[in-house]
């Protein structure tokens, strides 16, 4: 997700689906999903748009922002780690033209940017969750099974009223 529109429109296609922040249903887009972890997670916008980005990821057992890895220089990522290892708090998960990046607490490694991407300082490059669950890396999380649910109560909605 982008949490900004990089060049959406209404004539994309037959019917624009945007995701988060950034967007204006009836505007851009036909309908926005709202992304925020809230009461409104999932819902369609028909008019109007999602809620502001709040720069901050969602709290996981007291962690915000230290559970996001974040690359502290440009370059490319060598990981020292796989997905769904066990991390101890300061083992080394990846370096970054000898930077090591180094776990912050316990936890599960949940994502990691792909070797191939270039990166720049600050560019989220990781997941740390402390919940310590492996199977969560291999499976849907609730909130993209609440965000896809609103992207196919809008496609269903849009059948509907196109058949009437």
Known sequence: MAKKNTGTSLSD????IALGPGFTAKLD????????RSHWLGRVIYEGTAQPDTRKPGAV???VADRVLRAPVAGHVTPAAKLGDFIKQDQIIATIADQAIRAPFDGVLRGL??????????????DLDPRGVREHCFSISEKSLAVAGGVLEAILADEVSRDQ
């Open 61 to 63: 057992k007291g962690h």
């Open 113 to 126: 940017i792909h070797p191939d991407v270039a990166v720049t300082p600050g560019f989220k490059i990781g």
């Open 29 to 36: 887009c036909h309908a926005v999903i709202e992304t925020n």
């Open 13 to 16: 296609a037959p019917l624009v």
